[in-house]
Each structure stands twice: as C-alpha cells, then as structure tokens.
C-alpha cells in the first residue's frame, strides 16, 4: 500500500526492521580484472541495491517477511534509486528520512568472470547521521528481530537498547571492522560475524575458537561464525560447535551473499526455525543467489530454496513452511 506522498503505507507494521548501510552499487563485469594502467571492455554493466541492511532487508522480503528500512536517504539519483529498488522487493521505506542537497552511499564493484569474486571501490557520500524519531523507535519496539550492520552506529545503539527492553531480537551482521563496534556487541541477540571480523576482533587463530571468545564476552543467544566457500560454526554455549555446509553452486556473483544469509537468518528466525536450521537455510539462499547477477535480484523465492533444499536430503524445511 502507498500513502497519497508515494511512501508505503506505515500502518502495515513491519516484522523486520533494519538500520544500516543501504547502497547504491553499479556492477561491473569483466572477463578478468585487468593489469594496472591498461584497458579493459566490459561484459556488462548494472545498476542495482546493496548494503549489508539493505540487502538483508530485501532478501528476508523475497522470501515472505513484512519488513521495512529506518534511515536516511538523498534525493539525488542515487536516493531515488534506492527508494524505488526498495518498493520493487516490498521493503517499506515508510520510515526513511529523505533529505535534500546530499549524496548517497555508492560503490563500483568489479565482478571477475574468471573466478567470480568481486572488488569493491565505494563512496559513503555525506548524509548526516540517522536520528530516530518517535515512529521509528515505536517500530524498532513493536517488530520481531531488528537488523543492524554496524553503519549509522549511534542510531543503531539506541535502537538496539529499545530492542532488547522490548523483546525486539537484534541480529547483527558482523562484517565490517568498525570503529566503536565493541559498544554495539552487547545488544546483539543473534550475532553472526564473517570469519575475518571474528578471528580479527578476537585475535583468535580460528572461526571455532573465536565463536566461543565472541560467546563468552557478549552473552548473546548465538553466535554464527559465516566461512565463505567452508561453510561455518554455530555456538550457542555449553554446547559442541556446529559445523553448518556451504552449498556448491555455478557461480556467477558472490557480491552480497554475505548480506543475503543475514536476511535468510532474519526470516528463518521470525517462522520459527531453530538456530542450526536457520543456518542451512541461509546458506542454501546465500548459495542460490550467487548463481544469478545483483545482490538483490539474485535472491530466491522460498519455494526455488524449499526444493534446492529437498534435493539435497533436507525434506524438514518442507515440513518447517507448512
């Protein structure tokens, strides 16, 4: 539903909110990546949606949550961009705060046909800070699980106090080796690290051993260390490490598949699935979308990652969607 400004409409209230980096990429690709001060012809060139929240936010929407984006936006090309790409996957941006006169977040990711990894040159613009406003934070207390990526850091804080005293699950994608990160991890509920940022906020030698550091200092439910092409280690204290599967696809694009599992994990946990079942989902929509160009677009539909999943021997998350 669309309100008579072109926002949706705010009183459908969102299950999963999120604050974070939403971006506005061109996708680049190449056969390879070229040698230093030469030329190189594309393969082809795309404009599309990414950012760690961002994208979480759209994948959890392909597969069938309510959800919707706290931040601030521009009004150039890039803002609109993004606004528009946001109401194409059903992510609400009812509670965006639109202002003039600014640039938005962008980055150019080169995409290698070679060997289908991705580099990433971006721009965080000049927008200025995120500041909650009353609606925002009653959304925060009212959704099931609060995404965060540690971008807009203060706003995240604050929303994520909000959560934890109102029984608001925060999921934190632990990407990015921020400064001041350290007063974020507290409230995370649902806290799932790649493997760099693990191993390098610990100092731990391994994703397993950094798994349990993570437990032990932060006290969430769960801590979900994500290994790329390994897979990955679920801890949820007192328990033996899980070891979860990476699932082997032709890929094409892995830019974002991080981003994906973190809103996979959103809505596995908003329908119910336990935490290691929340992994394997995740990472067979994670795996489903590398097969396809652009972050967002390449994000399944529940019914293509039920069946991918069934292929595979795991006949329970049929049983899990009824």
Not at 196 to 202: D, L, Q, V
């Amino acid at each position: 539903m669309k309100t008579s400004a072109g926002k949706s409409d705010p009183a459908a209230l969102p299950e999963i909110v999120g604050i974070g980096a939403n971006v506005h990429d061109t996708l680049v690709t190449v056969p390879h990546y070229p040698t230093e001060d030469t030329k190189l012809r594309a393969d082809n060139v795309v404009e599309c949606g990414g950012g760690p929240c961002g994208t979480g936010l759209v994948a959890a929407a392909k597969l069938g949550a309510q959800c919707a984006y706290i931040g601030v936006l521009s009004d150039d090309s890039s803002g609109r961009f993004l606004i528009e790409d946001m109401r194409r996957f059903n992510v609400s941006d009812a509670l965006v705060d639109v202002k003039s006169g600014y640039s938005a977040f962008s980055s150019y990711i080169w995409l290698s046909g070679e060997t289908a990894s991705r580099t990433c040159v971006f721009n965080k613009g000049n927008l200025p800070p995120l500041e909650l406003s009353e609606e925002q934070m009653a959304a925060v207390k009212s959704a099931k699980l609060l995404m965060i990526d540690g971008n807009e850091l203060e706003a995240a804080i604050e929303a994520a106090k909000a959560a934890n005293e109102s029984g608001t699950l925060v999921l934190y994608d632990a990407g990015g080796l921020y400064d001041g990160v350290d007063r974020l991890l507290p409230y995370a509920d649902i806290l799932i690290p790649s493997e760099e940022f693990a191993k390098g906020h610990t100092g731990e030698a391994s994703a397993e051993s950094a798994a349990r550091a993570l437990y032990e200092k932060y006290k969430p439910k769960m801590v979900a260390v994500t290994c790329g092409s390994d897979g990955g280690v679920l801890y949820c204290g007192g328990e033996p490490i899980v070891h979860y599967p990476a699932f082997k696809v032709e890929a094409v694009d892995s830019n974002g598949a991080g981003d994906v599992f973190h809103g996979a994990f959103a809505f596995a946990l908003t329908h119910g699935m336990t935490y290691e079942k929340a992994c394997i989902f995740s990472s067979a929509v994670s795996a489903l979308k590398c097969t396809h160009i652009g972050a967002r677009d390449g994000v399944p539909q529940l019914d293509e990652v039920i069946e991918f999943l069934k292929e595979r021997g795991y006949d329970e998350f049929e049983k899990n969607m009824e």
